[in-house]
């Protein structure tokens, strides 16, 4: 059989983007699932585009708190005792990635790819027409006094100093002129007006999908198991036939590094298990995205209904989920918004694809020059997926890529 031109394995955001935008530059895709269009990660996230995410979960001094949340298994970051032997040389990672000399080139380079993915996605929107399955109401980053409120303040600098927009907030009325029934106990925050959001996640991967396949691209369900590279065609070993392509690319997420390690690439991915609990319409007026820091969860608009979720479980693929973790967050966010309607919630949890350093894989494997990575974004996969779609386009079609992509390269470890 003929091989492929370029086969794309995954099709949550990250691999339906990039499918799309190697379509746009005249090449021939298919996407290769094993269970199809955003199955995982991408059909349950909180829907944001968080290009005001600059800032690392490694940061300076982090290893000083991190035992208080770790003895908490419902804290805001926790890792399951049994799980903690094998997350540690991850763990090592992360808390070298937190050192002064590389936690400054991190919040650089995640600055340069969300602007590049913010305008990737304007072009994305307009390629597409799917500015319908967009909101810009803007995001509130709450805080409990105005002692946490000035902690934050050396994150928000940060941030304007890459040109982030963000007013600061100090009084519940202030808060209240933008978002109504929020507890008192919140007197401060950080509102960024430019925060943009999708009605719903797994409707807009969706619709890029569809633009896919309008075009001519082919989206096939396989189980893919490895990968193997042998001249200039790479072979996919499948549950079934083996698949032949001239380029491929891997952007499977949480399930990415097995791959890669079929190729003898060792990438140091975790998995960042999140959780949420969606409520049906008319939960709450809800106006612009809530983001409880100090709690670690967010609370959304997905449709016509209210997405409370968040959190960080590292505990790998295998085992059952926690769902009193989402009742915990539920349980918070009822505390915090007495008006919320807490009846009627659909439960979920996703994978997110973790790097130490909080920055994708995104780059050519080291060990077959016809494969290109494009993972690792941990909960910034649906912000970050226009930028990474282009980077991979230009890398797979030896053109200049728009940002330098070294900081991103799987050889960096």
Known sequence: MKPHDIIVIGAGIVGVSTALALQMKGRSVCILDRSGVAAEASRGNAGAFAFADIIPLATPGIMRKAPKWLLDPMGPLSIPPAYALKIAPWMLRFWRASWADRYGAAVTAQADLMALSRSALVRQ????????LIRQDGQLELYEGERAFRAGQAGWAQRRAHGIAATPLQSPEAIAAIQKGLHRRFTHAMFT?????????????????????????VIAQADVRSVAQN??????????????????VIAAGAWSHHLAATMGDRIPLETERGYNTTLPAGAFDLRTQLTF???G???????????????????????????????????????FLPELNTNGGAQWMG???????????????ARCDKVHYAFGHGHLGLTQAAGTAEIIAALVTHTVAPILTSPYAP???
């Open 125 to 132: 929107i307009a390629a597409t027409k799917g500015a319908d």
């Open 193 to 217: 007006p430019d925060w943009m959001s999708t009605t719903d996640p797994r409707v807009w991967t969706d619709h890029l999908a569809q633009q896919f396949c309008q075009g001519g691209g």
């Open 231 to 248: 001249g200039d065609i790479v072979t996919l070993t499948t549950a079934n036939d083996p698949i032949h392509a001239k380029n491929v």
């Open 293 to 295: 820091g100090g709690h």
């Open 297 to 335: 969860f967010v609370v959304t608009k997905i449709g016509d209904g209210v997405r409370v979720g968040g959190a960080v479980e590292l505990g790998g693929l295998k085992r059952a989920p926690t769902y009193k973790r989402a009742d915990i967050l539920l349980r918070k966010a009822a505390q």
């Open 351 to 365: 994978f997110r694809p973790s790097m130490p350093d909080s920055l994708p894989v995104i780059g050519r494997s």
């Open 411 to 413: 050889t960096r470890f």
